[in-house]
């Protein structure tokens, strides 16, 4: 079954907008069989939207969150409220979170704290550009190391990992599906070479950055491929229309 993880960001403006983009999220996802579908819209909006919704084919998750269940953290919400809010998943180590100066040690305490509660956690890594001498291989595996850290194997179930080249967020272009695919393996030994086979095993792994209407078919054609995680494409029904269909 594949993934199609549409985070919101900080759109859309009003509540009312935001209602009318998830009727016709919840529509598409009535013509569609065999398709997960993971929203993430603000946390503002979260419990209004989750409480409104009553099929099995959308779940819904926030797009961070802190690494306490409650206490003195101004304007944090922590996994125990995303849990109360109605949501099953949230979004860690977003490459916008990791900008404004989240860091690998305080996503490792967000996934511990979340899995806690067993919410499902997406772990998003990914390299901030590529450079001749592979590098960014190596920022890539310190993230997903670190990240699960202190994840316990009983909870690798609810563990997806969402590789997102910093580089193709918010861009006009994807990498081609080779190169999609060779940070698929690389993601997936990661894990294979650090935590073992069960971890490999249930571990899911995504991909986010620039996917659209266009390329979607050609995504999705990466062997071992569980999804995508898209943005911009969330917000507009006619390109959320194509890449389900194309995850199907
Ligand atoms: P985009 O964003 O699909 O708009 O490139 C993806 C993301 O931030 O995960």
Redesign the pocket.
């Known amino acids: 079954m594949k993934t199609v993880i549409c985070?919101w960001?900080m759109n859309p403006k009003s509540f009312d907008e935001a209602k009318r983009l998830f009727a016709a999220t919840k529509k598409l996802s009535l013509t569609t069989k065999g398709t997960d579908i993971v929203v993430l819209p603000p946390t503002i909006f979260l419990r209004e939207l989750a409480k409104s919704y009553r099929g099995v084919r959308i779940e819904f998750g926030a797009q961070h969150v802190f690494w306490e269940q409650e206490g003195s953290h101004t304007g944090d919400t922590s996994p125990a409220q995303v849990r109360d809010s109605g949501a099953t998943h949230v979004l860690i180590g977003?490459?916008?979170r990791r900008i404004l100066g989240e860091t690998d040690a305080q996503v490792r305490m967000k996934v511990a704290a979340s899995l806690e509660l067993k919410l499902d956690v997406i772990i998003?890594v990914g390299e901030r550009e590529r450079d001749a001498h592979g590098e960014h291989i190596q920022q890539v595996r310190e993230q997903i190391v670190t990240a699960l850290a202190d994840a316990p194997p009983a909870r690798y179930k609810n563990i997806t990992i969402a590789y997102?080249p910093v580089w193709?967020?918010?861009?006009a272009f994807a990498p081609d599906a080779h190169e999609v695919h060779q940070m698929m393996l690389l993601v997936r030994k990661t894990i294979r070479d650090t935590y073992g086979e069960r971890a490999f095993k249930l571990i899911r792994v995504v991909y986010?950055?620039?996917?659209n209407k266009e390329n979607a078919e050609a995504i999705f054609a990466v062997p071992d491929l569980d999804g995508v995680?898209?943005?911009?494409?969330s917000l507009d029904p006619t390109q959320l229309e194509s890449i389900i269909k194309a995850a199907q």
């Open positions: 985070n960001k977003h490459a916008e998003a997102e193709a967020i918010g861009a986010g950055g620039a996917v995680l898209i943005g911009r494409a």
